[in-house]
């Protein structure tokens, strides 16, 4: 067999090790950046894998195409998930679903608000699905708005900000209660939409000692 016949089984190998790598270096970014922010360097996430700073390079060439590969699964879930909202047949529901949903993925993903933002920056598949998803949003709401159950003027645009409060609220009460941003976050819903339940609020407030700790550590 000659050389040029047998160099393909001798590449194998190395296209799967890159391919794992790969892999590697996509979970243990998404998780850093989750946790920590848009801050974390690829020399911190190539450090997290346990591998070697030039392997993250030879991926990745810096840190923006980094992110850029990872915005395509944050915009597929969050599609996935309005996809999901818009089958639910009140429509009420089906806009505190998709909410809830929104800001559940912002309480795991401390980078999710940097990242929608830096979608329009991105490559023009990134941008499709961004639109998808306005367009998704867009007819969840104006549902919503013909049977009457959203308040007034009520707008896609005003998410992000609605996402930012909730996710302040996660990233402060993270280490006391991870789950504290859900009481939270149906106080803004029944501001959205009002008259919905008449249910008591979702879990207990932090204790005082637990509220100065947090805030403290925030400021």
């Known amino acids: ?43 911190d996430i190539a450090h997290e894998a346990g591998v070697g700073v030039g392997t993250v390079y030879r991926r990745f060439a810096d840190k923006d195409s980094l992110i850029e590969a990872l915005l395509a699964t944050k915009f597929e879930a969050m599609n996935d998930a309005a996809a999901l909202a818009a089958d639910v047949s009140d429509p009420r529901e089906a806009l505190r679903v998709y909410l809830m949903g929104v800001f559940e ?19 023009p ?29 009520f707008d896609s645009r005003d998410i992000p900000m609605l996402t930012t409060m909730v996710g302040a609220v996660a990233d402060t009460t993270r280490a006391h209660d991870p789950d ?14 009002p008259g919905g339940t008449e249910a008591a609020m ?18």
């Open 202 to 219: 979702t879990g207990t407030p932090l204790d005082r000692e637990s509220i100065e700790r947090a805030l403290q550590e925030q400021a």
């Open 1 to 43: 067999m000659s050389t040029t016949e047998s160099a393909p089984l001798h590449e194998r190998p190395l296209r799967a090790d890159a391919a794992r790598n790969r892999e590697l270096i996509l979970q243990t970014a998404r998780k850093c950046f989750a946790e920590r922010g848009l801050s974390v360097t690829l020399n």
């Open 125 to 153: 598949s990134i941008v499709h699905e961004r639109d998808r998803l306005e367009r998704q949003v867009s007819r969840i709401i104006a549902r919503a708005e013909a049977a009457g159950v959203v308040r007034a003027g």
């Open 180 to 193: 504290a941003w859900r009481r939270y976050a149906e106080v803004v819903i029944e501001g959205v939409l």
């Open 105 to 123: 993925f912002r309480a795991r993903d401390r980078a999710l608000a940097d990242s929608i933002v830096r979608a329009g920056r991105a490559r």
